[in-house]
């Protein structure tokens, strides 16, 4: 696999805006460039398209690819991580239906260390689905999620932090849930088991 960035010059890309985006453990919004991106979403976005294509070489090439793709457009996304998770699974599609079924025998010879059972396929595939959906969610109702579900605070707490009224705070939360909720039958999973 080619590494994600080259000390060889090629030409000039835009340089890379600092931008804000969530870190890793969930809290304050982190400035940060696409480097800093990467060392924080990569391995959600792995789990994510290894859930989708089913081997961990393809899920590599296809992050490196979405990587790639959101470097040659950085200056003009708004949402870096809910347009990487966008583009890696249209980029996971698009591998499966170009590419039917691998032959027997390759699939044979993966290693087992390379494949992943069934279930925690759909379970990878649905965690980074709602991954995705959480990051093109407005950042009010994001904050909203992870306050309660992240940092486990009461809605009073919550209300504190945000300046909303405890009821409001409630209603959006409730809207902010039964949306993603939708969204991600609409994405095919439903239940506990993705």
Request: hydrophobic residues 40%.
């Amino acid at each position: 696999m080619e590494p994600l960035m080259s000390d060889k010059p090629q030409g000039r890309a835009p340089a890379a805006p600092e931008v804000a985006f969530p870190s890793p453990g969930g809290g304050e919004q982190v400035q940060g460039s696409i480097a800093d991106l990467f060392l924080a979403e990569e391995s959600a976005l792995l789990h994510f398209a290894i859930g989708i294509v089913g081997q961990r070489a393809v899920a590599e090439e296809l992050v490196q690819e979405a990587f790639l793709r959101l470097h040659k457009v950085w200056d003009q996304v708004e949402n870096p991580r809910g347009w990487l998770y966008r583009s890696l699974r249209n980029l996971a599609l698009n591998h499966l239906r170009d590419r039917p079924r691998e032959d027997e025998l390759d699939t044979e010879r993966a290693s087992a260390d390379q494949e992943l059972p069934r279930e925690e396929l759909g379970r990878s595939e649905a965690v980074g689905t709602v991954r995705m959906l959480l990051a093109e969610m407005p950042e009010e109702d994001r904050t909203l999620i992870q306050l309660k579900y992240q940092e486990e605070l009461k809605y009073q707490e919550i209300s504190r932090r945000t300046g909303l009224s405890v009821g409001n705070v409630g209603f959006r939360l409730h809207h902010a849930l039964r949306q993603l909720l939708d969204d991600l039958r609409k994405a095919g999973i439903e239940g506990s088991q993705g």
